[in-house]
């Protein structure tokens, strides 16, 4: 499984993915939830069963609408929502 969409972090440790079709801006503003503090694009690899710790997260790009760009832990808080 290749999967591509967009992210935004919440208080650097909550990640939201959405498809391309959305803006940053709007899920932030639907949200509503706290501060917004990066978000970019982000690629996911892997078997796509639930609990499998051996997807692959790449982090990249930025977010124009909201002038932010990935964290480098980004990956990481991606990979173990994705994990559970």
């Given at each position: 499984?290749?999967?591509n969409c967009k992210y935004i972090m919440l208080?650097?440790?909550?990640?939201?993915?959405?498809?391309?079709?959305l803006t940053h801006a709007t899920i932030?503003?639907?949200l509503n939830r706290g501060e917004v503090t990066s978000a970019g694009f982000v690629t996911?690899?892997?078997i796509g069963i639930q609990g499998n710790s051996d997807i692959m997260v790449r982090v990249f790009g930025e977010s124009v609408s909201l002038k932010l760009k990935p964290a480098e832990d980004d990956?990481?808080?991606i990979k173990k929502m994705l994990s559970y």
């Open positions: 499984m290749v999967s208080r650097g440790v909550e990640p939201v993915l959405f498809p391309l079709t932030a503003n639907v996911v690899l892997g990956s990481y808080w």
